[in-house]
């Protein structure tokens, strides 16, 4: 199978690349930073689309940072709305590729207990500006199947970690500390908020479950990707901590604290598990404690 992966340098991106090779895939990487077009330059993208003549397009190209989409609500609308209609423009007058548009759980917003787990069909309630543009690039991306029979599917990634994410999250973050703390001799790390409880899977798990669905997915339809279970930020910072080289601690400090807006996130995997077979295998601890190694080696390389 012949695939182009655009955001192909990002956390995900690399993850997915690797896993395509692995498997046996004809990989084209497309990226800004390594030469590639922005993916709101709708000529360069086309031309990028056609040259690739893939079989499979997933479509991982986006600003995912939701800090960043408060400072830049238009850029960010931009690039994940507006590129992914780009995308699946140029596939279209391209030929027949099926594409995978990967949107977020960002997307259902605040739920209530009641509500969980959260399945496919659960409403949009987008709560920042990074959550609304992937909300309407998944509409977009339905609207192409609806509208125009396009092979289109829609991925919505629950929380997932693993080697090489950005400390701008809060695992990495979380493990980045630790890392500095042992460098450092300290014993005691300041943190914010630890209550919230999030659904958490490996990112080579999610990349996994990319693939499966392109190759088994049902055309038009979305799949949740996530453990289905939850877990506190706490439980996480709890785990790194005993996988530290000496004993940390983590001290809440007030000024880093910021209101939960959503206590609990945990996704219903039901449909992507029935249509595809697909589920995660790897372990939370595995993947902390690959998280924690990745750190070291970068606060080491400091």
């Not at 787990?117 to 309407?136: C, F, G, L, T, V």
């Not at 400090?253 to 609990?264: A, F």
């Amino acid at each position: 199978m012949r695939a182009l992966i655009t955001g192909a340098s990002g956390f995900v991106g690399r993850s997915l690349h690797q896993h395509l090779l692995d498997s046996g895939d004809d990989v084209v990487a497309l990226a800004r930073r390594t030469g590639g077009p922005d993916i709101t330059d709708r000529a360069g993208i086309r031309a990028a689309v056609a040259d690739a003549d893939a079989d499979v397009i997933y479509h991982l190209a986006a600003q995912s940072h939701v800090p960043t989409s408060w400072d830049d609500p238009i850029g960010t609308l931009r690039a994940n709305v507006e590129g992914t209609q780009n995308i699946l423009d140029a596939a279209h007058e391209s030929g027949e590729a099926r594409v995978l548009v990967v949107t977020s759980a960002e997307i259902y917003g605040s739920v209530s207990i009641d509500e969980l787990p959260i399945s496919e069909d659960a409403p949009m309630r987008p709560a920042n500006p990074y959550a609304a543009s992937k909300a309407a690039a998944d509409a977009v991306a339905m609207q192409a199947n609806l509208g125009r029979g396009q092979d289109v599917l829609r991925l919505r990634s629950f929380n997932h970690i693993g080697p090489g994410q950005s400390p701008d999250f809060v695992c990495a973050g979380l493990a980045h500390r630790i890392a500095l703390a042992e460098r450092d001799g300290r014993s005691t790390i300041e943190v914010g908020s630890l209550e919230a409880r999030r659904d958490f899977s490996d990112v080579r798990d999610i990349v996994a479950g990319y693939r499966r669905v392109a190759r088994r997915g049902r055309s038009g339809a979305a799949y949740n990707l996530c453990s289905g279970i939850d877990r506190s930020i706490q439980d996480l910072a709890d785990t790194l901590a005993s996988l530290s080289e000496h004993p940390v601690e983590f001290v809440v400090d007030d000024e880093l604290r910021r209101p939960v807006d959503t206590p609990v996130v945990r996704g219903d995997n039901t449909r992507i598990v029935s249509d595809t077979g697909w589920s995660p295998t790897i372990p939370l601890e595995t993947s902390l404690a690959d998280v924690l190694a990745d750190a070291r080696k970068r606060v080491d390389g400091d």
